[in-house]
């Protein structure tokens, strides 16, 4: 037995090194199963395969951490409850995962995001034939709150503006405000992007539903490029870029955000990076942009998401109510209550 667990550490480890020959990200799923590979965990070998799958169906890195991360969770949890086998698996090992995340102190939110990479590694062993399919007879949903995006007010857009000199800063603050893209997008921004002739900006590859779009700039944010661009090292491919010809990191620029929002005394109003696409959207919506136009340069799938700053700031709705409640207060309204 010894020397079968020898010979198949070997075999393991020469996969690992052909899989980082592999080109450009080979190392990070080899880096993966490497984890994987020093857990004890039901089903580590079809989990391990399920992982290449997603490799080789081109999934983002970010996409197999997260799918990666839920189901170590999952399983883990599942050998727990006494059981080694996934063929055994019930709806009630799901429900009882979702009452243990949710009593651990998980926002509902992420645990149905854990959910989804659970079910999505189940699936794919029913359709490998290795489990049986009666577990999803009937679906599990979750109730999510509905909460409205968080945009930032008019005075404290101002306020923080304000206080930002820093020329790289800046301009990427106001992309960020004027078009309402996602802070990876703009991160990810290579100057052959940008099309300041045309005032236009290519999204190759969304960032949450690799949904490619062309977004738009005001005056102002091309204002802001332009000086920009001046100061840039022409050498560099990214528009923002960090130390050697690699992009601003996420937790740069979001610290970064944080210190202006600090010396700008904002920092208590609980304002993240996120709040300046949701008030680029908010605004646009109270400027009179339809709702289908607004869900295309948000990049949104579903027009239900696009919907809910709809719900959140809806000028027209807001000049009705208080044209009736003037009304009200006049006294031009009869009636028994």
């Not at 592999?22 to 965990?41: C, D, K």
């Amino acid at each position: 037995m010894a020397d079968a667990h020898v010979v198949d550490n070997e075999t393991r480890n020469q996969e690992y090194e052909a899989e980082d020959r592999i080109g450009h990200g080979g190392p990070f799923i080899a880096h993966i199963l490497r984890r994987l590979s020093v857990l004890e965990l039901p089903e580590r070998e079809h989990f391990r395969n399920y992982l290449r799958y997603k490799w080789r169906s081109n999934h983002k890195p970010s996409t197999i951490e997260g799918a990666f991360a839920s189901i170590v969770s999952f399983l883990t949890f599942y050998e727990k409850s006494g059981k080694r086998e996934l063929k055994d698996i019930a709806r009630a090992d799901l429900e009882a995962f979702i009452e243990h995340e949710q009593d651990r102190g998980l926002k509902i939110s992420t645990v149905r995001t854990r959910l989804v990479c659970i079910v999505a590694f189940l699936h794919w062993l029913i359709e490998q034939e290795l489990i049986p399919g009666t577990v999803f007879k009937k679906r599990i949903r979750l109730k999510l709150p509905a909460t409205l995006p968080r945009a930032m007010a008019p005075q404290d857009v101002k306020k923080l503006l304000s206080i930002i000199d820093h020329t790289r800063d800046r301009a990427l603050i106001f992309l960020l405000l004027r078009t309402g893209i996602r802070i990876g997008e703009a991160l990810a921004l290579t100057m052959n992007d940008i099309d300041l002739k045309e005032k236009k900006v290519h999204i190759v590859q969304g960032e949450k539903n690799d949904m490619g779009r062309v977004i738009y700039l005001s005056n102002d944010a091309m204002f802001c490029l332009n000086r920009w661009f001046r100061y840039r090292d022409p050498e560099k491919s990214f528009v923002f870029y960090g130390k050697g010809n690699v992009p601003i990191c996420y937790s740069t620029a979001r610290s970064r955000f944080f210190r202006y929002l600090t010396e700008a005394g904002l920092a208590h109003k609980g304002y993240t990076v996120h709040c300046l696409r949701h008030t680029c959207a908010s605004e646009l919506l109270n400027a009179g942009m339809r709702l289908e136009v607004l869900q295309q340069l948000l990049g949104h799938k579903d027009i239900e998401m696009t919907r809910r700053y709809a719900r959140l700031t809806d000028r027209t709705r807001e000049e009705e109510y208080f044209r009736a409640m003037m009304r009200i207060e006049k006294g031009e309204i009869d009636g028994e209550y």
